[in-house]
């Protein structure tokens, strides 16, 4: 797939904690139109570079040796303009959410096809969010739960004991 943008190449950095998956998606941003600044194995790396490069997008995987969710706290705070998108290897709701609270512009599996990953940087860029697909029916059921318990808390006809 390649990208449709006229405009200069987004420039983007990968941290994830495998080499072989920061390869592999450096490898598949490029393919796209992408220009990889930087790939970092930890934290302290990842957020060294985004300071230096200022990327426009930085991918990070939640599970970063020295921490993917203060990774992208630090890069958040830093710097406002650069979005972030968690990597994540499985669906685990609490964590999504936890990223979302640190600054995450989206949350994605790693396992997400080559040709899709650029739809979702693309969305970031956009001011949208990106977030699999397989998290979505999760995240609207702990929504529908988190609005939920409150008015049965509030409700008269619920005995107390």
Same mark, same amino acid.
């Given at each position: 797939?390649?990208? =449709?943008?006229?405009? *200069?190449?987004?420039?983007?950095?990968?941290?994830?904690?495998?080499?072989?998956?920061?390869?592999? $998606?450096?490898?598949?941003?490029?393919?796209?139109?992408?220009?990889?600044? =930087?790939?970092?194995?930890?934290?302290?790396?990842?957020? =060294?570079?985004?300071? %230096? &490069?200022?990327?426009? +997008?930085? $991918?990070?995987?939640?599970?970063?040796?020295?921490?993917?969710?203060?990774?992208?706290?630090?890069? +958040?705070?830093?710097?406002?303009?650069?979005?972030?998108?968690?990597?994540?290897?499985?669906?685990?709701?609490?964590?999504? #959410?936890?990223? &979302? %609270?640190?600054? *995450?512009?989206?949350?994605?599996?790693?396992?997400?096809?080559?040709?899709?990953?650029?739809?979702?940087?693309?969305? +970031?860029?956009?001011? %949208?969010?990106?977030?699999?697909?397989?998290?979505?029916?999760?995240?609207?059921?702990? #929504?529908? *739960?988190?609005?939920?318990?409150?008015?049965?808390?509030?409700?008269?006809?619920? =005995?107390?004991?």
């Amino acid at each position: 797939m390649t990208r =449709s943008r006229t405009t *200069a190449a987004a420039t983007v950095l990968v941290a994830d904690r495998r080499r072989v998956t920061r390869e592999a $998606l450096a490898d598949a941003l490029r393919v796209a139109g992408y220009e990889v600044c =930087s790939t970092c194995a930890d934290a302290a790396s990842a957020v =060294s570079d985004a300071a %230096r &490069l200022r990327p426009d +997008v930085c $991918l990070v995987d939640v599970d970063l040796p020295g921490g993917g969710l203060t990774t992208v706290r630090a890069i +958040v705070t830093a710097h406002g303009a650069t979005r972030v998108v968690v990597l994540a290897s499985a669906v685990r709701h609490q964590e999504l #959410f936890a990223a &979302l %609270r640190a600054g *995450a512009d989206g949350y994605v599996l790693k396992d997400i096809d080559p040709e899709r990953l650029p739809t979702e940087i693309d969305a +970031v860029l956009d001011g %949208r969010a990106a977030l699999s697909r397989e998290l979505t029916a999760g995240l609207i059921a702990e #929504f529908r *739960a988190l609005s939920v318990a409150p008015e049965r808390a509030n409700d008269p006809r619920r =005995s107390k004991q």
